[in-house]
């Protein structure tokens, strides 16, 4: 079965810094990788998915995520932060003709002005 | 813009008592999931289904059933309402299966029972 782990509980940075959000996922295949954000007191939102192909995905408001098969990884990178990311970043995986996303555990991000 | 709305979106309801929680989309999907969110735990796939009338389990089904009366509508349903049901729940909507299509999400529901 796969799954996705998200190191960071919370991750703060100051805004107009760089910024890199790490997902590992376990699975022995090619997976999709997804990242979604949850604005708070919202529901999720796709900022980026990766299908096979270019290991580096663009997605919304700036953000970008590069998948290496050899580390098992879908790092979530953004170059200057903005106050307005301030929310909760999910990772998650599905597979090929499987029905479900599997949710990593989320990473809060904290933005000081 | 997909669009995926839920009801109610707070709900405070007493050990033992029925709920129901309803989700309505306008996406043309034919798949909807119910998700439960809790702090550490990411989300939860409770129940999925693919057509109307039908439902299927997902990770952690029990304690809830799921129903499925047309394409725009699912419901999930705690027919005996537990402390550990305590939680936000989100309804979410994809047109395909394949495994790399986009789920839309709801805005949640939070649930508190006491």
């Known amino acids: 079965a796969q799954s996705v782990t998200q190191p960071d509980a919370r991750v703060t940075v100051s805004e107009g810094a760089s910024l890199q959000l790490r997902c590992k996922y376990s699975y022995f295949g090619t997976p999709y990788l997804f990242w979604y954000v949850q604005y708070p007191r919202q529901g999720l939102q796709l900022l980026l998915k990766y299908y096979p192909g270019d290991p580096v995905v663009q997605g919304v408001n700036g953000f970008e995520a590069e998948f290496s098969k050899s580390n098992s990884s879908f790092h979530l990178r953004k170059a200057s932060v903005h106050w307005s990311d301030w929310a909760v970043y999910f990772c998650a995986v599905s597979i090929h003709m499987g029905y479900k996303l599997t949710f990593g555990t989320g990473t809060s991000l904290l933005v000081d002005p | ?114």
């Open chain 2, 1 to 114: 813009e997909a669009a995926v709305t839920q009801s109610p979106r707070s709900k405070v309801a007493v050990t033992g008592g029925k709920v129901t929680l309803s989700c309505h989309q306008t996406n043309n999907h034919d798949y909807m999931y119910w998700y439960r969110q809790d702090t550490g735990h990411g989300l939860r796939l409770i129940h999925y289904s693919y057509v109307a009338d039908s439902t299927e389990k997902g990770d952690i089904p029990d304690g809830y059933k799921a129903s499925r009366p047309s394409q725009e509508n699912f419901s999930l349903i705690l027919e005996l309402a537990s402390l550990s049901q305590t939680a936000v729940y989100f309804c979410a909507s994809s047109d395909e299966w394949w495994g790399k299509d986009t789920q839309y999400f709801g805005p949640g529901t939070r649930l508190l029972v006491l």
